[in-house]
Protein backbone atom coordinates (compact mmCIF):
# COMPACT_ATOMS: atom_id res chain seq x y z
CA UNK A 1 0.00 0.00 0.00
CA UNK A 2 2.57 2.11 0.89
CA UNK A 3 3.57 2.37 -2.80
CA UNK A 4 0.27 2.96 -4.26
CA UNK A 5 -0.03 5.76 -2.15
CA UNK A 6 3.41 7.61 -3.29
CA UNK A 7 2.20 7.17 -6.50
CA UNK A 8 -1.35 8.68 -6.15
CA UNK A 9 0.62 11.86 -4.38
CA UNK A 10 3.17 12.23 -7.65
CA UNK A 11 0.34 11.52 -10.08
CA UNK A 12 -1.54 14.44 -8.15
CA UNK A 13 1.23 16.86 -7.50
CA UNK A 14 2.17 16.05 -11.74
CA UNK A 15 -1.43 16.83 -12.85
CA UNK A 16 -0.86 20.25 -11.74
CA UNK A 17 1.88 20.62 -13.49
CA UNK A 18 1.09 19.02 -16.96
CA UNK A 19 -1.49 18.03 -19.37
CA UNK A 20 -3.67 15.23 -18.85
CA UNK A 21 -1.77 13.41 -21.65
CA UNK A 22 1.81 13.85 -20.94
CA UNK A 23 4.52 11.57 -21.21
CA UNK A 24 5.06 11.79 -17.21
CA UNK A 25 1.10 10.68 -16.75
CA UNK A 26 1.37 7.98 -19.25
CA UNK A 27 4.71 6.33 -17.03
CA UNK A 28 2.89 7.07 -13.67
CA UNK A 29 0.05 4.68 -15.57
CA UNK A 30 2.81 2.21 -16.59
CA UNK A 31 4.39 2.14 -13.66
CA UNK A 32 1.27 1.31 -11.64
CA UNK A 33 -0.08 -1.32 -13.86
CA UNK A 34 2.84 -2.94 -13.44
CA UNK A 35 3.46 -2.51 -9.80
CA UNK A 36 -0.14 -3.90 -9.16
CA UNK A 37 0.17 -7.01 -11.97
CA UNK A 38 -2.95 -5.24 -13.17
CA UNK A 39 -2.12 -5.70 -17.14
CA UNK A 40 0.36 -4.58 -19.95
CA UNK A 41 -0.32 -0.79 -19.96
CA UNK A 42 -2.02 0.55 -23.17
CA UNK A 43 0.13 1.08 -25.98
CA UNK A 44 0.57 4.66 -27.13
CA UNK A 45 2.02 5.74 -30.03
CA UNK A 46 3.45 9.37 -29.55
CA UNK A 47 5.40 10.03 -32.50
CA UNK A 48 2.35 10.46 -34.81
CA UNK A 49 0.32 12.30 -32.17
CA UNK A 50 3.36 14.52 -31.34
CA UNK A 51 4.96 14.86 -34.39
CA UNK A 52 1.80 16.02 -36.89
CA UNK A 53 1.40 12.21 -38.24
CA UNK A 54 5.39 11.49 -39.45
CA UNK A 55 6.86 7.70 -38.13
Not at 32 to 50: Q, V
Request: hydrophobic letters at 45%; one cysteine or more; a positive charge.
Amino acid sequence: MRISSQLKAWVSEAAEQLGITSVWLLCCDHLKRTIAAIGPPKTIRLLPDHANGMG
